[in-house]
């Protein structure tokens, strides 16, 4: 970092909370970062000569005659092709032992992309996930988040989700990650030999959380650097995007900002929108992709942080443990991509819609049939039948665990129909039935 | 340019977007600033003045501003530019022309002219010299795509004024003077094409407002047959994520029956107006041949783009509308979604430590929503001529919850309430309006159950309240079977709640996604929903309960395929034949 040849040193803060620190400055601007006793801070409010900073990391024994020093721009990252299979912190230095990084510094939270310069999502992101790409298909520049509760192995399945993906880069942004959870995506990653395509920007829960205020703009400047200036399809993970709100109205609450619904600031959608909509794809070909996760408190999606992030993203996906086959398995029921339409039975086959709706449907069937069963009514014959299609398509299907491409889903998907139903039952397009039965 | 003082000031403090200001004259409520920072100037908005401060919201990031940067004042409000040139734009929120942006990123302080200041529109007069003109009053026409556009004098003239002279038929930029009109003072005052309208204020340029007598027809059957909106009426879309309300408002805006469609997305996903942008210019409106971005104006301000823009959004689209309609034109203004605008005075009323009121909404939440839906209406012109606005908002409820602030005050002033029910949507039962909850007060006015009556069949308000209640006793059966099992209850129930079902799967659910099924004109509606009574009120032999499900999932079927037919094709009435012979075969006989 390059110092200015008279950068002024204050040495008199007037006044110091939890998470701020005031004092008399001029020629200071918004935004602006600053050092205070050697810690990273934020100009948040400016009135008159009077600069309210918040310290990333605490006030804590922060003294009034600490030196504060003004950086003069606002928060940066340094981009280059040198940051591949690197981890950083929220400031963006090395957390892997490895030395800085050279590279062109850029600010982070730049402006969003002009609509009409965007292009409709249309490439589809094959995972080898069936819950996924046969029943909620992701496409290229799509925002999508995983609503799980935190017993589920959400970090597992983004890890394979992004090893699988056919993406130039991935980019981690780890909010209040666990150490081991931290450790666990570097090893996957290592193992996997995909490091020199994956960037990670980490907080974890050993640093002060303020500091993952930083992450997602880090990672998504990042993003954008490779997307629109190299093309690249960047698929951007973030998690967990619940702690990230935690951390927002921590701030709010010691900026004595009146909160909102849940104790959250009146602002998180729009804070929240800011970060997803960076998923964008560019019509020369270049795309950032968002998957995310968003803890639950209990599964309840009512709660300020996943109903906000429901109405900003394209969809969500549901983790269950299905007890039938004692596997993790995507929702089918809750489940949903939005943008699935611009590319099932386009890019893929096209009995892809026809055979995903029925299949859910199907499924759906079984599910009454074992509520009836619940209840203590006889089961009919189709009823039996749909629960042993239910188990099957768990298994062969929407279990987690299942690495196929999309046409040969559609092919089981079929060879299950074929097992446990007759064509009526099904109840698809003639012309499809006599394309793909499988007798 | 005429010199004007225009008052300055310094900037004192920031706080996110809220700045102060310290002046060094008068300023007004309201007023347009602009703060020059590094290059660029940032527009801002004046909103609170206390003393010689001025607090101002700015309608971009602040980042880098700094205590002493200049900042001047307009004198005027914040405006929009009306004149021939806007439909098949794609605006911001404060009216800045998208696509004259070249650079991928929107650039701070980069604002651009909305309209097309070099095209030339071919112009034929109306008025003639010697005429009394008004605010309003058409001067000549010109062709905007392929409407009638009407160039007016500006609604923000009083009094009478005189027309000296019109220019003779010719083509003509918007910058060209048009007219001379004199004013009472015998001064001349020339005109363009182009005027400027503060969009707070309500265009008034109109002889009255009386009660809306017509429906505006949207081809989706869970409107026009069960909740008809006015043209002029207003309604009001809520919904939990994922239960249908932008699938649902992008067909009302390919289908409706009105001359210009304004769209404004606001606060909302960019993708889904990359879907408008992407889809409109291909897609052929049946009505008039031509492709339907032709009558739309799009005004987007998008969840990631300033929240301060977002607000000024629903007026600027509200206020288009309004120029639209008083050239007699039917305009329809969709805003999705309200909600995000309401959240937007949150944000602000928050920064400026106002007292909150329920859920931190500012305590006036209410009057500005009522304020706003009331500017929508159908109107009589001066010159004899109608024109309307109709307004359909969604609104985006917290956790799906109908009791929160937002959702309430815009019940208490719009007139129809379309309810998307999460249930319904899980269901995968589109559009996913609740047939019970959902109402259209103007099925109450007598105005327009005379006009359904001439247009549609004379009973048709009684038939739509009559299937109503045919739902809700489907309803209540279903609760009674789901209590006491299938057997535990007459075979009447099972019978009840499946013409319940066939209303429901026959005439409200619809797919949007299906050329024909998408859009339905009111005269197959009225079919489609006599054929279904005339079932209701059939009475069915069955010998035990286990029929009826089978049975009537058959006549379903087979009514599902007719809704996918052309109207009276032949594959229409084979269809039609099919389900009476389904019939025929339980139908109780009269004669025994």
């Known amino acids: ?439 | 340019m005429d010199k004007i003082n225009y008052t300055t000031g310094k900037v004192v403090g920031v706080i996110s977007n809220l700045v102060t200001v310290k002046v060094d004259g008068p300023v007004s409520q309201n007023e347009i600033c602009y703060v020059k920072i590094d290059e660029s100037e940032l527009m801002a908005e004046v909103i609170k003045i206390i003393g010689d401060i001025a607090y101002i919201q700015v309608f971009e990031s602040t980042r880098g501003l700094k205590v002493g940067t200049e900042v001047v004042f307009m004198q005027h409000m914040l405006e929009v530019t009306l004149g021939p040139g806007i439909l098949s734009k794609n605006y911001d929120g404060l009216q800045n022309d998208l696509d004259k942006m070249d650079e991928t990123f929107l650039k701070r302080g980069e604002y651009t002219f909305p309209l097309d200041e070099e095209k030339k529109w071919e112009l034929q007069p109306i008025a003639k010299p010697g005429d009394t003109v008004v605010a309003g009053s058409w001067l000549a026409n010109v062709k905007e795509n392929w409407i009638d556009h009407k160039i007016m004098v500006p609604f923000t003239f009083e009094g009478e004024y005189v027309v000296k002279e019109v220019v003779p038929a010719g083509e003509y930029t918007i910058k060209d003077n048009i007219a001379t009109i004199v004013d009472p003072r015998g001064h001349s005052i020339p005109l363009t094409m182009m005027q400027k309208w503060a969009i707070k204020k309500p265009i008034k340029a109109y002889k009255d407002k009386p009660m809306p007598s017509t429906i505006l027809k949207t081809g989706v059957r869970i409107f026009d047959t069960m909740f008809p909106i006015a043209e002029g009426g207003t309604g009001f879309i809520p919904g939990p994520f994922g239960s249908g309300k932008t699938v649902l408002q992008h067909a009302i805006a390919k289908q409706a029956d009105a001359d210009i469609i304004i769209m404004t997305a606001c606060g909302e996903r960019a993708n889904e107006v990359v879907e408008i942008f992407t889809e409109f210019p291909k897609l052929v409106d049946p009505r008039t041949g031509r492709t339907l971005n032709e009558r739309t104006t799009i005004i987007c301000n998008t969840s990631n783009m300033p929240v301060a823009a977002r607000e000024a959004s629903v007026y600027t689209g509200m206020t288009i509308a309004e120029y639209y309609r008083s050239m007699g034109l039917k305009v329809l203004l969709l805003a999705d979604s309200t909600s995000r605008w309401a959240q937007a005075l949150r944000e602000m009323s928050n920064r400026l430590e106002e007292l909150p009121g329920q859920d931190a909404f500012p305590v006036d939440l209410s009057s500005i929503i009522s304020n706003f839906y009331a500017r929508a209406g159908f109107v009589n012109l001066p010159n004899g001529a109608s024109g309307s606005v109709t307004f359909l908002g969604t609104v985006s409820p917290a956790g799906g919850n109908l009791k929160e602030p937002v959702t309430e005050s815009t019940k208490k002033v719009a007139r129809c309430f379309y309810a998307l029910s999460q249930d319904r949507a899980d269901k995968k039962r589109y559009p996913a309006v609740d047939p019970i909850d959902s109402y259209s007060k103007y099925l109450e006015y007598d105005q327009v159950k005379d006009f359904l009556a001439k247009e549609v069949s004379p009973h048709w308000v009684s038939e739509i309240a009559r299937s109503k209640n045919i739902i809700l006793r489907g309803r209540e059966a279903q609760e009674q079977i789901n209590i006491l099992g299938d057997d535990g209850v007459p075979l009447d129930y099972h019978l009840r709640f499946w013409k319940s079902e066939l209303i429901d799967f026959v005439v409200l659910q619809q797919d949007a996604f299906d050329k024909i099924d998408g859009n339905t004109p009111l005269e197959r509606q009225n079919f489609l929903l006599t054929f279904v009574l005339k079932i209701c009120d059939s009475d069915f032999e069955f010998e035990s309960f286990e029929e009826v499900n089978p049975y009537f999932k058959r006549i379903i079927n087979a009514f599902k395929q007719m809704n996918y037919s052309e109207y009276q094709s032949e594959n229409f009435n084979k269809y039609v034949t099919e389900i009476e012979h389904i019939l025929k075969e339980r139908s109780m006989k009269h004669d025994d």
């Open chain 1, 1 to 439: 970092m390059t110092t200015k040849a008279f950068q002024r040193i204050y040495t008199k803060i007037t006044q110091i909370t939890k998470a701020t620190c005031t004092l008399r400055a001029t020629g200071v601007g918004y935004d602006e970062m600053a050092v205070v006793a050697g810690r990273k801070a934020q100009v948040v409010k400016i009135q008159g000569e009077e600069v309210t900073l918040q310290v990333f990391a605490g006030t804590e024994g922060i003294p009034t005659d600490a030196e504060v020093v003004f950086l003069g721009k606002p928060p940066t990252v340094k981009v280059g092709d040198a940051l591949s299979g690197r981890f950083f912190d929220a400031y963006g230095d090395p957390i892997d032992g490895g030395p800085a990084v050279e590279g062109d510094e850029r600010e982070i939270g730049g402006p969003s992309v002009n609509p009409v310069r965007r292009q409709q999502p249309s490439k589809l992101i094959a995972t080898g996930i069936a819950g996924i790409d046969l029943n909620n298909t992701i496409v290229t520049g799509q925002k999508i988040p995983f609503f799980a509760d935190p017993d589920q192995p959400y970090n597992e399945v983004m890890a394979t989700v992004a090893l699988r993906a056919e993406a130039d880069k991935i980019i981690l942004g780890g909010m209040g990650l666990t150490h081991d959870d931290y450790l666990y995506y570097r090893n996957t990653f290592d193992n996997a030999g995909a490091l020199d395509r994956i960037i990670s920007f980490v907080n974890t829960t050993e640093n002060p959380p303020v500091e993952r205020l930083l992450i997602p703009d880090m990672a998504l400047t990042t993003a954008e650097y490779f997307a629109y200036e190299h093309n690249q399809k960047v698929l951007v993970l973030l998690t967990d995007m619940t702690l990230y709100s935690d951390a927002l109205s921590i701030v709010s609450n010691r900026m004595d900002q009146i909160p909102s619904k849940d104790s959250m600031p009146g602002s998180l959608y729009s804070d929240l929108a800011k970060i997803y909509e960076k998923a964008v794809q560019f019509p020369e070909g270049g795309s950032i992709t968002i998957i995310a996760v968003t803890t639950l408190s209990g599964g309840d999606i009512t709660h300020a942080i996943p109903d906000n992030t429901g109405y900003i993203t394209e969809g969500q996906l549901f983790l269950r443990r299905d007890s039938d086959i004692g596997k993790v398995i995507v929702d089918p029921f809750r489940s949903l991509s939005r943008l699935k339409q611009l590319v099932i039975g386009k890019q893929t086959r096209e009995d892809h819609p026809q055979v995903m709706n029925t299949a859910v449907r199907l499924y759906a069937d079984a599910a009454n049939a074992k509520t009836k069963l619940e209840n203590g009514f006889d089961l009919s014959d189709y009823d039996e039948r749909a629960i042993a299609f239910a188990l099957d398509y768990s298994e062969k299907l929407l279990a987690i665990d299942v690495n196929i491409g999309t046409t040969k889903m559609l092919d089981t998907a079929w060879e299950l129909f074929a097992k446990h139903f007759n064509k009526s039952e099904v109840a698809i397009k003639q012309e499809f039935i006599d394309k793909y039965w499988k007798d």
